[in-house]
């Protein structure tokens, strides 16, 4: 009757479930998730226990599903981010708590880490699937602590976690129906990202140098200092020389390509230029034909001179000149005859010798 009763309420109620996660979510985005109080939980509803079917079915509006997820979360990154996404997500209304380790348990049971406990408390808060943050979080969960903060599940990969003289830490949590498997994600993980420092440590090394830091600060030998100041020096030079070559191989592509355009325009005016000459000084080009037109022009002009008009008036003798006597005819054979002034006066005179040749006869 009273599990009737628990349902009926929590049907009448379903649509205030997604509410309150929104404003819950509204609430982590504006400002960082609080810190757990040591002493005891805020939470005053009463606390049943509840089965991982109810809790997916949904919560009485009174209070949400508390899942809890513990871990070192050393150089957070995406891996943790989605495994706290996942818890997040497990049930309709959750209320996320995150225990982060403290230094001196981290030390004694994992080794060091990179970041500081606060470093790592702060960088829990500012995660957006984080409803609260517990600092020095226990390395193995009792019954008592998870009375204390009324933990309903502990959400963890399932691989079991072997520390502490344990093969699973969450041996006895499992056994109790409180454990709710999330899934790992490949390819990162602080032990990756520690791996890829160290195995690089010469390139980081000059990195750091470069950016002002001090070789007493890196922790670097005055000999390893110089060797990676100079190693920076000759990258800078290689990359000079790069820049140089890329830079000449674009100014010869763009030589190559003027000078390949200059050779098609050569051509086209080349070959224009030869068009043009033999159309004028070709074998039927214009330039023979107007050499052949004048030169029949001057031949007609030199076989057949223009005669004096018939129309013009006849010349007078001038009255104070008397007119020459006629001169007397040649008497000699080898007097040569003027030149005739056309071919009719040459044939004249050619006949005209040939008579007084026979009248001598």
């Known amino acids: 009757?009273?599990?009737?009763?628990?349902?009926?309420?929590?049907?009448?109620?379903?649509?205030?479930?997604?509410?309150?996660?929104?404003?819950?979510?509204?609430?982590?985005?504006?400002?960082?998730?609080?810190?757990?109080?040591?002493?005891?939980?805020?939470?005053?509803?009463?606390?049943?226990?509840?089965t991982i079917a109810q809790a997916c079915k949904g919560t009485p509006v009174d209070r949400p599903v508390r899942?809890?997820?513990?871990?070192?979360?050393?150089?957070?990154?995406?891996?943790?981010?989605?495994?706290?996404?996942q818890a997040k997500n497990l049930f309709p209304n959750t209320y996320l708590i995150v225990g982060v380790c403290s230094d001196e348990l981290t030390h004694k049971y994992k080794g060091f880490t990179v970041m500081t406990e606060h470093e790592r408390y702060?960088?829990?808060?500012?995660?957006?699937?984080?409803?609260?943050?517990?600092?020095?979080?226990?390395?193995t969960l009792t019954p008592e602590f998870l009375e204390k903060h009324k933990i309903d599940f502990v959400a963890h990969d399932d691989i079991p976690y072997s520390s502490a003289g344990s093969e699973d830490v969450y041996k006895h949590i499992k056994e109790a129906g409180m454990f709710v498997p999330t899934q790992?994600?490949?390819?990162?993980?602080?032990?990756?990202?520690?791996?890829?420092?160290?195995?690089?440590?010469?390139v980081y090394a000059r990195r750091n140098l470069q950016r002002g830091y001090t070789a007493k600060e890196l922790n670097v030998s005055y000999i390893n200092e110089k060797k990676y100041r100079l190693q920076n020096q000759v990258d800078r030079m290689k990359e000079k020389v790069r820049t140089v070559e890329e830079k000449s191989k674009h100014f010869v592509y763009r030589v190559e390509e003027k000078s390949h355009d200059l050779i098609q325009k050569?051509?086209?005016?080349?070959?224009?230029?030869?068009?043009?000459?033999?159309e004028l000084f070709g074998p039927d080009g214009t330039w023979k034909q107007v050499f052949q037109e004048r030169s029949g022009r001057m031949l007609s002009y030199a076989l057949s001179p223009r005669e004096s008009p018939s129309n013009s008036p006849p010349r007078e003798l001038s009255p104070l000149?008397?007119?020459s006597p006629p001169s007397p005819p040649a008497?000699?054979?080898?007097?040569?005859?003027?030149?005739p002034t056309s071919p009719k006066g040459a044939s004249a005179s050619i006949s005209s010798m040939s008579e007084g040749d026979e009248d001598e006869k």
Request: charged share 30%; proline share 6%.
């Open 122 to 139: 702060e960088a829990l808060r500012h995660c957006r699937y984080v409803d609260e943050v517990l600092r020095d979080a226990p390395w």
């Open 184 to 202: 790992r994600t490949e390819g990162i993980s602080t032990s990756d990202l520690i791996t890829r420092i160290v195995r690089d440590y010469d």
């Open 67 to 85: 899942v809890y997820a513990d871990g070192i979360f050393d150089l957070f990154h995406s891996g943790h981010a989605r495994a706290l996404m």
């Open 331 to 339: 008497r000699w054979h080898n007097a040569r005859p003027s030149p």
């Open 266 to 278: 050569w051509e086209e005016k080349s070959r224009e230029f030869i068009g043009n000459f033999l």
């Open 321 to 323: 000149r008397s007119p």
């Open 1 to 50: 009757m009273v599990k009737q009763r628990r349902v009926r309420a929590h049907s009448s109620c379903a649509p205030v479930a997604p509410f309150c996660r929104r404003r819950g979510s509204l609430k982590t985005l504006t400002e960082p998730a609080i810190f757990a109080n040591e002493t005891s939980c805020d939470c005053r509803a009463p606390h049943e226990k509840l």
